[in-house]
């Protein structure tokens, strides 16, 4: 096992998945790790050294003393599926490292091969055309042409030609050339909110997500997130709209004495 993994525990699971996330557009994939957490009964199963994938650039202080670097956690949890099903190990990464990308990604399926993970489950953002009042649809891709067809049962856009960035893509390279079996779900997002967390995507991908795992939790929360979040889209939207209007028209009696000085 690699010196940078520590494992704080030694469960026996049965023939279980991974599903690693990091931040990215829309937040699409943090807010299913989030939600998935909340829902089931994870326990803690290890850490990657954070150390030696993020440099801080500065320190907090605290009534005048001076703290400790903090750096962002990247840890494992697993839950043991009390059905027939298999477990699950999940991977939250709180943030993505400007260098050492692969080799993080290469700690993290040491885990997955160490516990022998039959499939790794990564999460993200399809920026679209879709406008914000239309329901996201949900696109498929995988590591080979054999786990692809099994995506077809599940009413997935096919995604064609994409290059999915960060680790949330670049996991499922690294597991490619592994040899392990890879998924990814993206979830559509509207361009013009990509910066917004969008919990409408994530509803969408955690309904395939966990068909796919068999994996059963209740929903109502996100859907209710999902239109509370619809709600505030609209109105960033509505905003920028007007902004647009007056910014790029003029009002008539302006341009009318505009043109009299002009005589």
């Not at 690699?2 to 557009?25: E, T």
């Not at 202080?61 to 962002?72: H, L, R, S």
């Not at 902004?243 to 002009?262: A, H, K, N, V």
Request: with cysteine; hydrophobic share 45%; proline share 5%.
């Amino acid at each position: 096992m690699n010196d940078l993994i520590k494992l704080h525990a030694r469960p026996r699971l049965n023939s279980p998945n991974m599903l690693a996330v990091w931040p990215g557009i829309g937040s699409v994939a943090m807010i299913i790790a989030d939600y998935l957490r909340n829902k089931l009964d994870f326990k803690e199963l290890g850490a990657i050294e954070a150390s030696y994938f993020f440099d801080p650039i500065g320190v907090l202080v605290k009534d005048d003393v001076v703290e400790a670097p903090n750096f962002p956690q990247s840890q494992f949890y697993y839950w043991k599926n009390e059905g027939d099903g298999s477990d699950l190990i999940l991977f939250i990464g709180d943030d993505q490292p400007a260098a050492k990308g692969y080799e993080l990604a290469n700690c993290v399926l040491d885990v997955g091969q160490r516990f022998q993970v039959k499939r790794v489950y990564t999460c993200a953002a399809a920026m679209t055309r879709i406008h914000h009042t239309e329901p996201p649809k949900v696109w498929g891709v995988a590591t080979s042409h054999q786990v692809t067809e099994d995506l077809n049962k599940y009413n997935l856009e096919h995604a064609s030609n994409l290059q999915i960035a960060g680790l949330n893509g670049l996991l499922l390279g690294v597991a490619k050339e592994r040899e392990i079996d890879g998924i990814c779900l993206l979830g559509e997002v509207p361009v013009y909110a990509s910066r917004v967390q969008n919990p409408m995507a994530a509803l969408a991908v955690i309904k395939v997500l966990t068909t796919m795992l068999e994996v059963q939790i209740d929903l109502a929360e996100l859907a209710k997130m999902a239109v509370e979040a619809g709600e505030r889209i609209k109105l960033v939207a509505a905003q920028a709209m007007e902004e647009y209007i007056d910014y790029f028209t003029e009002p008539i009696w302006e341009r009318g004495e505009e043109e009299e000085e002009e005589d």
